[in-house]
């Protein structure tokens, strides 16, 4: 347990730096743009929105998979195990999804309070969450949030993990699968789109009274499976690439 | 097993495709020595100790270390420092930070010590790994792996990118530390006439092979160049173990490997020839060449 919390210690004290570098990049070019927009517009009404749950999503998804090779290599060489390392970097991309969820939900009132101040409008929706789920609690967005993030955080090892395992055969095969899957989506016709729609909407609960709660059951459930993936064919992965 | 065993291989086999890396690779090293691991380019020396330390995995074979199996093993692992040749640090460190979480991870970590170091190599801690010349980055590798004081010390290539007196600082460092806190290095390197003297018991692996391991001096003592007339060195080293020959004009060179006792002492002196030491560097050519060196 020494070992997991050393480990954790030192992944968190590298997550805090660089999350707070994003932090204060994001705002300064979220909050700095609207200003701007709303001084060279000559004060005109605005709503302000910096959409920090949605740079953060992007930000989890890189930072993790970054991390997993600089982080994994590393730790390695100061006589920690594979075990070790996993369990430790589990619990620090969980506090980070939950650090980034509240961060998420707290812009929303960042959000309203610029609105109000600036343009004097009083916002009335300031949750996202309940456009798409009508009737949830607002402050339901929290625990969503930090389980969206969570599944992200899985993904993103996984794909560490096989990037690290398979380098640029994996990359490629992924982004140009990625790629050919969105450009032959419109190209299959209607029924496609209805048919991933359907998949979308059972997958978050859509329409459901409890599905705030149900598509965080999805999404944790899911992060489970890609969790376990990542940790099976991490588990005897070799220390094999030097840092770039 | 000896008490004083430290680490155990038992035929250990890797292969990668349909190279072997290593083949049934089996030795056992004490506690409280140096050991120098030598061999050529892709004779198995980085993968052997990537195994022993669990950064890779082996096909066949275990690795105990401190008697327990070493594979994963998080009791083990803490008690072992490797410095590999491959930089596994993070690019955007400063050297200070590195050296403080060095001092989180193996408990005998000596800061004041590292600090010395630091200081004698002339090692900014206030750079950023990134920012550090090929030679900083393997001196900041010996730091750590000094200041580290793990039971198990394991260096592959620690001296690349030196100049010859840090090359000559860094032995007389670790000769210094090691007699003041005794415990047991692998060092792997290339450079092995300057290195010979540090050393104790020389590994010398070959194919994935281990085919040689002595003490220094017994190295020393075992390995001797006999030259003359062909027919003189020919009758001089009649049943010993010649690992290379050579004419050079009208002499014959011819190196040995053998344990020597009174009666061939004797021989040699009255056959007419001359007898002179092989420095260790050309004795590892010989025997990686030849790969005669077979435990005699």
Known sequence: MNRISKCLRFQLKNMLKSTLWFLIIYCLAAYGLSLLTYILSGGEQQTFRSGLSVGAAFYIF?????????????LMINGNTRTTIYISNIIANIILSVAMSILSYLSGFADAFFTKALSGIIPGQISILQFIYPGSVGVLELPYLAALFILITAFSKLYGVLNYKFGKYFVTIFWVGFGLAVISLPLSGSDSFLKIGTIIEKYLWLGHPNGVLLAQ??????????????YLISRRQPQTEPVS | MSDNILLETRSLTKRYGKVTALNNFSVALESNKIYGLLGRNGAGKTTLLDIITSRRFAGAGDVRLFGQDAKE????????????????FIPTMKVSEILETSAMFFVNFDMEYADRLCARFGLDKRKKYKALSRGYESILRIVVGLASRAPLTIFDEPVLGLDAAVRDLFYRELLEDYTSHPRTFIVSTH??????DVFEDVLIINNGELICRHHV???REMAFYVSGRPSDVDAAVNGLNVIHSEMVGS???????????????????TCNVDISPIPVQKLFIYLTNSNKGVFQ
């Open chain 2, 73 to 88: 093993n998080q009791k083990v692992l803490p008690n072992v420092c490797y410095m590999p040749e491959k930089n596994y």
């Open chain 2, 191 to 196: 450079l092995i006439e300057e290195s010979a």
């Open chain 2, 217 to 219: 001096a017994e190295l």
């Open chain 2, 251 to 269: 002499v014959k060179i011819s190196a040995v490997f053998n344990k020597i006792n009174d009666e061939m002492k004797n021989r040699l002196k």
């Open chain 1, 217 to 230: 059951a999805s999404f944790i459930i899911t992060a489970l499976v890609f969790g376990a993936a990542a």
């Open chain 1, 62 to 74: 890189v930072y993790v998979i970054s991390d997993y090779r600089t982080t994994f290599n590393y």
